[in-house]
């Protein structure tokens, strides 16, 4: 059973950083691209960053993703944090017509 699972989310001041971790069990990891999604109140669900499985890697501004094959898990690390930012982020897993998905975990920008 294939399950991605969040963490690191929470409360930060804007200006700070936050790192997201993704932990993936029963799937072959290295042979998944890996995404970061975000969804606010009431948008649409919108791609963040996305690492291939040759570690190519591409993500907004002030945002990195990064992906460590021997410990099965992502990171999304985010910088210079908005509240534009306040959102629940979602890690996805994705090969060929496979695609799995996490729970989310909530990340608020607020003073």
């Known amino acids: 059973q294939v399950q991605l699972v969040e963490s690191g989310g929470g409360w930060v001041q804007p200006g700070g950083s936050l790192t997201l971790s993704c932990a993936a069990s029963?799937?072959?990891?290295?042979?998944?691209?890996m995404k970061w999604y975000r969804q606010a109140p009431g948008k649409e669900r919108e791609l963040v960053a996305s690492?291939?499985?040759g570690g190519t890697a591409n993500s907004v501004p002030r945002f990195f993703i990064s992906r460590d094959n021997a410990r099965n898990s992502a990171y999304l690390l985010m910088n210079s944090l908005k509240s534009e930012d306040t959102a629940k982020y979602y890690c996805?897993?994705?090969?060929?017509?496979?695609?799995?998905w996490g729970q989310g975990t909530q990340v608020t920008v607020s003073s």
């Open positions: 996805s897993a994705e090969t060929g017509i496979l695609k799995y």
């Open positions: 690492i291939s499985t």
């Open positions: 029963g799937l072959t990891f290295a042979s998944y691209v």
